[in-house]
Structure formats: C-alpha cells, structure tokens
T-cell receptor, first 113, second 113 residues
Framework: NAGVTQTPKFQVLKTGQSMTLQCAQD?????MYWYRQDPGMGLRLIYYSASEGTTDKGEVPNGYNVSRLNKREFSLRLESAAPSQTSVYFCASSAAEGRNTIYFGEGSWLTVV | GNSVTQMEGPVTLSEEAFLTINCTYTATGYPSLFWYVQYPGEGLQLLLK?????DKGSNKGFEATYRKETTSFHLEKGSVQVSDSAVYFCALGISGGSYIPTFGRGTSLIVHP
C-alpha cells in the first residue's frame, strides 16, 4: 500500500551542490508532478509529466530539471542548489484525466545553506 | 484561466465549534472540486470531492456542496476536534485536456481544547 514514495525525506545541501529527489508511484498513474511548498505561498508546481516520455514546465521551473524515467518514476534534479530552493518538495501522481484525485508523497525537506 | 480562492487563515476555533472554510472558483468547462487536508509534517491527502453541480462530498464529518450558481465549494464541519488541526486546500480539476490541478493557497485551522 505504498502509493507515492519519495526520497530522501530530509537533506541539507551547501550552495552550489547538486542533488536528485527521487519519486516512484505504484498506482499505474500516467501523470506525475513536482511541487514546492513555502510558507504563505501554498503549493507551486515546478514540473509535471502528463504521460511517460513527456515533461513540461510548471509555474516555477528555473533551477530544476526533471526526468520521467519510466511510468513509475519521476525525478527532480537541482543542478546548483541555491538558498532560495530551501523548501518542502512534494511529488504527486494522478490518473491521466484532470478530474481525478491527486496522490501526494510525504514530502522532502530540503535546506540549502 | 482556472483559479481557486479560499479564505485566508489561520482559522482558530475551540473544540466542538462549527467550522466553515470558504472556497470559490473560476473555471472553463465542468470541473471536479476537491478538498485536501495536510496534517503537520505530512503530504496532502484527499478529504472529499464532488464531480458535478449539487453533489455533496463528505468524509470524517466534513461536508462540502458543489454550488455552480455561486461557483463555491465551502467546507463545513459541525463540531471540530483538536485532531482536525491541519491545513486545508481547495482544488479543482478539469476534464479534457488539462492534466494540471489548480490549488488554492491553503487555510490553516487551529483547534484549541
């Protein structure tokens, strides 16, 4: 009964370091998403993948890259971390149709110092 | 475009008080409407949903009715508990072409004993 699993849960990075957040879902969903959540800002979409093999920018894509490795996995990469990327990151997935429920992972707390 | 507006928080209540969190939306097409809840330190999870006008979603004592005439989906609960303290997000999803759900900015609920 895993749902959406993301790793790591906590990470501290130094400015300029790179890292990849991993996400996997076991619900056979076509669509996957990466959000960031900051105090007072709600959820902001970074990138999404409507289906395997496609990715598109969301509201705040600068400083990030993504890979839809297969139908299950959707990773988020920070190439050169900046303090402004300190945030909580959520991976999510849904069936392809926009009216379906979104399922979220438990979050990854990232601090860039 | 699509948008969701929900009341600013935090909403602070005493245990057993009545809760209303307002949510209004603008959308092209015929959206499904959702309420998600985020407990401290966790990801969002679906609380309830409604897929067409006049539908009422309900779960864990919470209710919301899809009002097309007022473009609203207000969340209500007759008697809140301390365990209901969380952040509540209103959201909409559109069928036929948009895979990106639209979220409100979230409303924090604090319930005191």
């Amino acid at each position: 009964n895993a749902g959406v699993t993301q790793t790591p849960k906590f990470q501290v990075l130094k400015t300029g370091q790179s890292m990849t957040l991993q996400c996997a879902q076991d619900m056979n969903h076509n669509s996957m998403y990466w959000y960031r959540q900051d105090p007072g800002m709600g959820l902001r979409l970074i990138y999404y993948s409507a289906s395997e093999g496609t990715t598109d920018k969301g509201e705040v894509p600068n400083g990030y890259n993504v890979s839809r490795l297969n139908k299950r996995e959707f990773s988020l990469r920070l190439e050169s971390a900046a303090p402004s990327q300190t945030s909580v990151y959520f991976c999510a997935s849904s069936a392809a149709e926009g009216r379906n429920t979104i399922y979220f992972g438990e979050g990854s707390w990232l601090t860039v110092v | 475009g699509n948008s969701v507006t929900q009341m600013e928080g935090p909403v602070t209540l005493s245990e057993e008080a009545f809760l209303t969190i307002n949510c209004t939306y603008t959308a092209t097409g015929y959206p499904s409407l959702f309420w998600y809840v985020q407990y401290p330190g966790e990801g969002l999870q679906l609380l309830l949903k409604a897929t067409k006008a006049d539908d009422k979603g309900s779960n864990k004592g919470f209710e919301a009715t899809y009002r097309k005439e007022t473009t609203s989906f207000h969340l209500e609960k007759g008697s809140v508990q301390v365990s209901d303290s969380a952040v509540y997000f209103c959201a909409l999803g559109i069928s036929g072409g948009s895979y990106i759900p639209t979220f409100g900015r979230g409303t924090s609920l604090i319930v005191h004993p």
